[in-house]
């Protein structure tokens, strides 16, 4: 369940709904509670899954089919920001059967006092292999290619 603790004046919760704006995974799946330097969780997988696929919009695109992620709280800045890193992976096959497999880093600051994002930033790679086919002619594809994020939030 998404909470919209920040609804945009003139909007309510169910405009959000309907436009199906989802908080960032790895913000939905904070642990609750305390927790200390070195305490590790997982999101759930059906979860990451969704959020991924979700990103790739309605068109083609790979479509993760099983992943597992675990964030690791690594640190604390200034007392409420906390450091999480994530390991990821998901394996997945687009719709001509191409498969890929993503293996990323991920590291977010969290603002625990208000348990929002305030950035994301991640490495990693992207192997796919395969055969696809082109106007009748069988192309195979096998390769890795490096990945590189970053996002930054900002709340008024």
Avoid: C, H
């Amino acid at each position: 369940k998404t909470n919209y603790e920040e609804i945009p004046e003139g909007l309510s919760e169910g405009d959000l709904k309907k436009e199906k704006i989802l908080r960032p995974v790895f913000e939905r799946f904070l642990p609750k509670g305390e927790i200390s330097v070195g305490d590790t969780w997982t999101i759930p997988e059906k979860d990451l899954l969704e959020d991924f696929n979700q990103s790739q919009g309605e068109g083609g695109g790979l479509r993760m089919k099983s992943g597992k992620a675990v964030g690791t709280l690594t640190s604390l800045e200034d007392g409420s920001v906390g450091v999480i890193v994530y390991k990821l992976k998901m394996k997945g096959a687009d719709s001509d059967g191409m498969e890929g497999v993503m293996e990323m880093t991920i590291s977010a600051r969290v603002d625990s006092r208000q348990s929002r994002l305030l950035s994301v930033e991640g490495k990693g790679t992207m192997s796919i292999s395969g055969t696809m086919d082109r106007g009748g002619n069988a192309m195979k594809l096998d390769g890795m290619f490096n990945l590189k994020m970053k996002e930054t939030y900002s709340y008024e």
